[in-house]
């Protein structure tokens, strides 16, 4: 293999829903990359929850063993205590991937909150509007139904494009409504670099069957003591809630609104629902290469880094 070419940008994207193992197929695919060339690949996490402290077995955060001596970023870098945006993300996203590519490296953009990464690689430029904490925490205590059903009101062309089961966009919505008067269309900026997309989708009863499996071991290994010991720290009940699927689910079964049968039922569920939502936002970028194996997979980031 070709040394790169130093004049050119490369960065590379995996995407897939929850539980389909881009994490470790990440750290598989900066090995192959270390092997085949002179290079080193560093993995920069695109998971809106991760980036918080203390919330590692709710969202399947990559642990010191897993990376495999493979630098990772965007990991633990905001209390949950502090309100930590898609600009921000946006902002320490690039200045890491710039930091990478100045260094001849590789950055590996992986995760699966679509409009992270959208953000940091279209540089689809969001409002900065400040969050008002009187209105967040009345906004809070809605429905996302209820969230909706306002947004809708107020701007109904945001609501057409936005997740309407994502509490989190709809209030970030409203918020922007109320401010600016509506949302304004995102303006683009995207990165001065060739990018590679490369999607995991597993068959729909296999990532179900993983799914399953995987929340009974995070409920073994401590997701409840995980939740109890934020709350402890300062993190509230209505920002759990916020947090959304385990969060909100253990913090419910937490404080007596449902039981453990409810919870773990009502979290299988909901956690499947949004690996579907993740697959539908992933489906409409249409760079997405679907691989089928790591062969394919390799081949594809062979030829994407050879110099020409």
Not at 154 to 163: H, L, M
Not at 221 to 242: A, P
Not at 279 to 301: C, D, P, Q, Y
Request: proline share 4%; net charge positive; aromatic share 6%.
């Amino acid at each position: 293999m070709n040394k790169i070419g130093v004049k050119r940008k490369r960065v590379i994207v995996i995407v897939g829903p929850t539980a389909s193992g881009k994490s470790d197929f990440a750290v598989e695919m900066a090995h192959f990359i270390n092997r085949q060339n002179e290079l080193c690949a560093e993995i920069i996490s695109a998971d809106s929850r991760q980036v918080y402290e203390g919330m590692n077995i709710g969202t399947g955060k990559v642990t010191k063993k897993e990376m495999k001596k493979i630098p990772h970023h965007m990991l633990n870098i905001s209390s949950p205590t502090s309100t930590f945006t898609v600009s921000h993300y946006q902002k320490k996203g690039r200045k890491i991937i710039n930091e990478i590519l100045k260094k001849n490296k590789i950055p590996i953009v992986c995760g699966g909150t679509g409009f992270y990464i959208d953000a940091l690689i279209d540089g689809t430029v969001i409002p900065d509007v400040k969050p008002n904490k009187k209105l967040r925490d009345i906004l809070s205590k809605k429905t996302a139904e209820e969230l909706f059903t306002i947004l809708l009101k107020k701007d109904p062309e945001r609501a057409s494009g936005i997740d309407k089961k994502n509490p989190v966009r709809l209030i970030r919505a409203i918020e922007i409504v109320e401010t600016l008067g509506k949302v304004p269309e995102f303006k683009k900026n995207p990165l001065n670099a060739d990018v590679l997309f490369l999607g995991i989708s597993l068959p729909q009863h296999i990532l179900s069957k993983r799914i399953e499996d995987r929340l009974i071991k995070r409920l073994k290994i401590g997701m409840i003591k995980e939740v109890k010991k934020l709350h402890e720290s300062g993190v509230s009940w209505e920002k759990m809630e916020r947090f959304g699927l385990e969060y909100r689910y253990l913090s419910r079964f937490l404080t007596g609104k449902i039981t453990r049968k409810e919870m773990e039922t009502q979290l299988l569920s909901e956690i499947k629902k949004y690996a579907k939502r993740q697959m539908t936002w992933f489906k409409k970028n249409k760079r997405v290469h679907w691989i089928k194996n790591k062969k394919e997979a390799s081949g594809l980031i062979k030829s994407f880094l050879v110099s020409h």
